[in-house]
């Protein structure tokens, strides 16, 4: 039996999801949101999550990008979970994505990359070979992952910044919109600049 897809949160965020599944000609039902402002999101009907029962048939992906707020929905619930890769994406035959975790369009996922729960990884970025992310992460629009970068829990690459090969960034961490990450960088780190340079620590 298929199941039926929804998405949690109607956001902007949501929109390009949507945009994703289509890509794909998948069908979703609606999109559940706590607060939701408007009746339909890209044509596909918004609903209030109180008025919502979940049972076995129905899978989610949470469209939401801040990424503690991410991991509180998927803490709070015990949906189902599937992922969405767009059509335009190339992922390696080698490479694995866990479930609940979006890829944009023009992303480049390389051979023996292990992509966590949860996790963006937005437009043309790319994460090459033998990467590890964990769950939760956001890989901004066009920043670049060289080879062997492992990415702790829940920390976001902003967009454009580049990060050099083996280097490990803890979890929580937010390195800036193009930083060129040369060094690892520590758990709740904020990272900018060029070279790369620790800002603040800041505790969730």
Not at 13 to 35: M, Q, R, T
Not at 78 to 84: E, Q, R, V
Not at 121 to 137: A, G
Not at 149 to 158: F, N, P, Q
Request: hydrophobic residues 40%; proline residues 4%.
């Amino acid at each position: 039996m298929k199941s039926s897809k929804y998405l949690y949160g109607a956001s902007g965020h949501a929109k390009v999801i949507l945009d994703i599944l289509f890509s794909n000609e998948d069908e979703v039902v609606a999109v559940l949101d706590d607060e939701p402002n408007f009746p339909k999101l890209s044509n596909i009907p918004v609903i209030h999550s109180t008025k919502f029962q979940p049972t076995n048939d129905h899978e989610f992906i949470i469209s939401i990008g801040n990424n503690s707020t991410r991991k509180k929905i998927v803490t709070n619930n015990t949906f189902k979970y599937f992922k969405a890769i767009h059509s335009k994406a190339t992922v390696s035959s080698f490479a694995s994505i866990d479930e609940g975790t979006v890829v944009m369009p023009q992303v480049v996922v390389n051979a023996d990359a292990k992509i966590g729960k949860h996790c963006i990884l937005n437009s043309k970025c790319v994460v090459e070979h033998d990467c590890v992310l964990e769950d939760y992460v956001h890989i901004s629009p066009n920043a670049s992952l060289a080879g062997n970068v492992t990415v702790g829990e829940g920390s976001h690459i902003g967009i454009g910044a580049n990060v050099i090969q083996g280097v490990k960034i803890g979890k929580w961490a937010t390195i800036g919109a193009g930083a060129v990450i040369i060094n690892d960088v520590p758990d709740y780190a904020v990272v900018v600049g060029n070279p790369g340079k620790i800002i603040k620590i800041t505790l969730m």
